[in-house]
């Protein structure tokens, strides 16, 4: 009787962890916020021509995951939607499979002043958060800052997106 009443408290709870969680999951094996609270989807958007919103942005540089090389990509909406998502180099031909708002792992907004893109996107990993970036257009590339130093506050260059090959879809 204690052990089926266990299983029962076990059963309980793990549901009620599970109903209380701000994420869900969809079947296409992608995290999203159950309520979204994405800041830059309530501003008014304003498309501009330095962003091309028919390809995918690649990172200039590669990462290492494990024994895989990641290629890296960021595609940009006419209507202010944004996807984030990564590929192992070896599989790079399956890029139509995640190239969507429907099927990217990181899902966001973004705007444009001039020449320059502020983004937020919503990280899956880590339990979920939402991220906010700055960057500058500059032709076919996009410039990465970062702010550092607590007392400077200096802006550094860190990474660098140039148009790529490949639709998005």
Same mark, same amino acid.
């Given at each position: 009787?204690? /052990? *089926?009443? *266990?299983?029962?408290?076990?059963?309980?709870?793990?549901?009620?962890?599970?109903?209380?969680?701000?994420?869900?999951?969809?079947?296409?094996?992608?995290?999203?916020?159950?309520?979204?609270?994405?800041?830059?989807?309530?501003?008014?958007?304003?498309?501009?021509?330095?962003?091309?919103?028919?390809?995918?942005?690649?990172?200039?540089?590669? #990462?290492?995951?494990?024994?895989?090389?990641?290629? #890296?990509?960021?595609?940009?909406?006419?209507?202010?939607?944004? %996807?984030?998502?990564?590929?192992?180099?070896?599989?790079?031909?399956?890029?139509?499979? %995640?190239? #969507?708002?429907?099927?990217?792992?990181? %899902?966001?907004?973004?705007?444009?002043?001039?020449?320059?893109?502020?983004?937020?996107?919503?990280?899956?990993?880590?339990?979920?958060?939402?991220?906010?970036?700055?960057?500058?257009?500059?032709?076919?590339? %996009?410039?990465?800052?970062?702010?550092?130093?607590?007392?400077?506050?200096?802006?550094?260059?860190?990474?660098?997106?140039? *148009?790529?090959?490949? /639709?998005?879809?």
């Amino acid at each position: 009787m204690i /052990k *089926l009443n *266990l299983k029962i408290f076990s059963v309980l709870t793990f549901l009620l962890l599970m109903s209380c969680t701000k994420n869900v999951w969809l079947s296409n094996g992608v995290l999203r916020p159950k309520n979204p609270k994405f800041t830059m989807s309530k501003k008014k958007f304003t498309p501009t021509p330095l962003l091309n919103t028919e390809y995918l942005y690649t990172y200039s540089g590669k #990462s290492k995951y494990e024994n895989s090389t990641l290629k #890296s990509f960021i595609g940009f909406y006419p209507d202010g939607k944004m %996807i984030l998502f990564a590929i192992e180099d070896s599989n790079v031909s399956k890029i139509d499979s %995640i190239s #969507s708002w429907k099927n990217a792992s990181r %899902i966001g907004y973004f705007k444009t002043v001039d020449d320059n893109l502020v983004y937020q996107y919503y990280e899956q990993y880590g339990g979920g958060e939402y991220i906010n970036q700055k960057a500058v257009l500059k032709k076919d590339t %996009i410039i990465k800052f970062k702010t550092f130093g607590m007392l400077t506050k200096k802006e550094v260059r860190y990474d660098t997106l140039v *148009l790529s090959k490949y /639709k998005l879809r």
